[in-house]
């Protein structure tokens, strides 16, 4: 709670004991007084948390941009170093380890800290030293993983020579789920300023490292090409990327008696057994995740397949283009999964209405400018050679206006529990954009891949959107019945 909202409460219970003590002289006079002093009392607190809730916002989709411009700034460095043919090789090298399995291999962990956290009986801190635990865990049962996956696909695929480097990334994943898992935390305590400023510093620092070494022509003393500095480097940020998050925790993680925090932890887990527990209630989360990252990346699948590594690097350069049509809905969707995770928050049907609205003119009004922008705006920052990626940006494009609105509706679903139905909606778009992409690729080549996502999106965003719509009405009843109940 805030320094503003602790002076209205306390200022209010001084003037209710106040009150309380004149009642013995002037009953009738003095309930009145005491009514009306804890309605102001409820009305400023009402007017502050909303307040906070606004700047909470703000400063995430702040950060949400500075991410972004961060990742945007990291595809031009790495388009610009490597070239068509090594940013296919590069995104070929990060896809099983960053793009399909680091959010699964979480195994629910981020949603479950999230949910914990957003608890007003729990401990952050304690919170974040089983943050620590699950997260080193799930990072190196993920990291082998990702590597027996890239050994399978990539040496059918006759790309067997970027498997050493495949083995360097995975080590990555360790510290991008400990900094994902303990930021999850601080998410759900309400701790907005720490968790926006924690991963705006660890999406910074991969690309000021790429910076630094290339800019300055360190690369050239080094006895490595482009491609496997990159790699090394990739590891290296992240290793100076979680220092921050470290920081936070310097204090606690250096207390000597930990019975306490054990203790405490029990509290929250019922189960003696807390890593085997947490896996376990984040079972779910997690099959959810991997439903949703199957979906998500099974274009990138089908182009590391299908398409040549020049090809596939026209096609890895035109993705963040698209991505900044998901920014705005990126942090409605964080908000969305808090509002969920309340049972008992209600919301009315036109502010929902509004919300989806603004979000579709904001999105749309983007998309037109970005197609107009795309040959100067791939031509001058990626280079003459990234000509194909305009097309692929143009099929891409709209596509990412309704999966920003999936986003959202994800979000809520899984903080209101719907993680069955999310599942089951993800396969079933899951399926149906695999088929058609299948079914006109002989008629469209590698755009058929593109098609067939715009088409599993909007499946998705009618079958979650159908459930959140369900799981909204319910509380509508409850809150009437409720409300007569007290009448």
Not at 189 to 200: I, K, L, M, S, T
Not at 249 to 274: C, N, V, W, Y
Not at 353 to 358: D, E, K, N, T
Request: with cysteine; net charge positive; aromatic share 12%.
């Amino acid at each position: 709670m805030s320094v503003t909202a602790s002076l209205i409460r306390n200022n209010s219970q001084r003037q209710s004991k106040s009150a309380a003590s004149v009642t013995s002289s002037n009953g009738n006079c003095e309930l009145t007084t005491t009514s009306n002093l804890s309605v102001d009392s409820e009305r400023a607190n009402a007017v502050n948390s909303r307040h906070r809730s606004i700047w909470s916002f703000v400063e995430t989709l702040s950060a949400t941009l500075a991410v972004f411009g961060l990742f945007f700034i990291q595809a031009i460095l790495v388009a610009r170093i490597l070239g068509p043919a090594g940013r296919g090789e590069f995104g070929a090298i990060l896809y099983f380890p960053r793009d399909l399995l680091l959010y699964v291999g979480l195994w629910g962990s981020v949603e479950l800290m999230t949910a914990w956290a957003a608890r007003q009986n729990t401990n952050p801190q304690v919170l974040k030293v089983y943050a620590v635990r699950l997260a080193l865990l799930t990072g190196f049962c993920t990291a082998t993983l990702a590597f027996s996956l890239a050994t399978i696909v990539l040496t059918a695929t006759g790309k067997a020579h970027l498997l050493p480097w495949c083995a360097i990334v995975a080590l990555y994943l360790p510290l991008e789920h400990l900094q994902l898992t303990v930021s999850a935390v601080d998410r759900g305590a309400g701790a907005f300023r720490r968790y926006n400023r924690d991963r705006v510093l660890f999406a910074a620092s991969f690309p000021l490292l790429a910076f630094t070494v290339f800019g300055l022509g360190w690369n050239q003393w080094l006895p490595m090409g482009s491609l496997q500095l990159l790699c090394c480097l990739w590891v290296a940020a992240r290793l100076i990327g979680i220092l921050p998050t470290i920081y936070d925790m310097r204090g606690f993680l250096a207390k000597s008696d930990t019975t306490a925090q054990a203790s405490e932890i029990e509290t929250m887990i019922p189960d003696r057994h807390t890593l085997r527990s947490l896996l376990s209630q984040g079972s779910s989360y997690a099959w959810s995740v991997l439903a949703n990252e199957m979906f998500e990346r099974l274009d990138l699948l089908l182009i590391i397949i299908f398409a040549s590594l020049e090809n596939a690097g026209q096609y890895f350069v035109s993705l963040p283009i698209a991505t900044l049509l998901v920014l705005v809905p990126n942090t409605v969707s964080l908000f969305a999964f808090n509002w969920g995770a309340q049972p008992n928050k209600v919301m009315s049907f036109p502010g929902i209405v509004a919300l989806f609205l603004g979000l579709l003119l904001v999105q749309s009004i983007c998309c037109v400018a970005l197609m107009l922008a795309l040959p100067w705006l791939i031509t001058t920052f990626y280079g003459p050679d990234f000509q194909l990626a305009i097309a692929f940006s143009q099929w891409l494009l709209p596509i990412a206006i309704v999966r920003g609105l999936v986003q959202v509706v994800d979000g809520f679903a899984k903080g209101a529990g719907l993680v069955s139905w999310t599942i089951g909606a993800r396969i079933f778009s899951l399926l149906c954009a695999f088929s058609v992409a299948m079914i006109f690729y002989p008629y469209l080549g590698l755009f058929s891949i593109p098609l067939g996502m715009g088409i599993g999106q909007v499946l998705s965003l009618g079958t979650i959107g159908w459930g959140c719509f369900r799981e909204i009405v319910r509380r509508q009843r409850v809150a009437e019945v409720l409300r007569s109940a007290k009448i």
